[in-house]
């Protein structure tokens, strides 16, 4: 029978907490500041000029999506560079040789990154009620939702850091293809605003599906079925598990 090493897990996870503190500025500050700037563009300086979408002031549409627009790049981040800095400076092998298995470095690595990121969306919520006036029509669902995608990102990165074998890599996923991605997932628009055939196109774009999905449990509305958004989401961190799995077993990345 599988023992859980509960003080192991929490070294890791306190650790890794603690980590964010110490760098409060860029961990914390830069995405709630970039994320003020947002509202304060699009928001208010763009907001006046936009129709209302589905019944919502566009200021009060927006705020789903640059939640989700914060929470996958914090969690991707966040995890790869906690997963990589053991990689670049040796000291994984200390962790692989200590007695923790899959799930506590999961629970420790993972774990942290998805409390920031929570702590973030916290943050960011509080600071849209000074930019916009929204209302949550869900929010069971959404507080559900919102840690569904920290932890499913938070995952993701905890692979990208272990794929990265340099900062550059490292970069790479989030910045040209993450980043992109979200942008183009209808973070400031509907994808029924699009004329033919990009709406069609724009369904092949997985980050859709989060943004609607995260829209809906504000709204009660959305361009695609939240069970659809739901259930590609708990697949993607199922893919993930399965991954990290695989990784462990095989010691790739890690043990070479």
């Known amino acids: 029978m599988m023992h859980f090493n509960l003080r192991g897990a929490w ?3 306190v650790r890794e ?7 409060a500025f860029q961990s ?7 994320t003020s700037l947002y509202f304060i563009v699009f928001g208010s300086a763009i907001g006046d000029r936009m129709p209302d979408l589905g019944g919502v002031e566009y200021g009060a549409f927006i705020v789903p999506g640059l939640l989700l627009l914060t929470l996958l790049s914090e969690s ?4 790869s560079f906690g ?9 994984i092998y200390e962790l692989l040789s200590a007695p923790v298995g899959v799930a506590e470095t999961l629970v420790g690595f993972v774990g942290a990154a998805a409390t920031k990121s929570l702590i973030l969306a916290a943050i ?8 916009v006036d929204y209302h949550i029509a869900h929010p069971v669902l959404a507080a559900c939702y919102i840690m569904l995608v920290a932890a499913s990102f938070s995952l993701f990165g ?4 272990v794929w990265a074998d340099n900062f550059e890599k490292l970069g790479i996923i989030p910045m040209l293809i993450l980043m992109p991605l979200t942008f183009l997932g209808g973070t400031f628009y509907s994808i029924d605003m699009l004329p033919e055939p990009w709406d069609t196109v724009a369904l092949a774009n ?3 599906y989060l943004v609607n999905g995260l829209r809906w449990t504000f709204y009660g509305s959305s361009d695609v079925s939240i069970g659809l958004s739901f259930g590609l989401t708990l697949g993607f961190l199922a893919l993930c598990v399965t991954v990290i799995a695989i990784i462990f077993k095989t010691g790739w990345r890690l043990r070479d």
């Open 11 to 13: 070294s890791i996870y």
């Open 17 to 23: 907490l603690m980590r964010a503190l110490r760098t």
């Open 28 to 34: 914390i500050l830069s995405p709630v500041l970039t």
């Open 76 to 79: 991707t981040s966040n995890a």
């Open 83 to 91: 997963i990589y800095m053991p990689r670049f400076t040796g000291t």
């Open 124 to 131: 960011i919520l509080s600071t849209a009620t000074l930019f």
């Open 158 to 161: 905890f692979i990208l850091g």
């Open 206 to 208: 997985p980050i859709v």
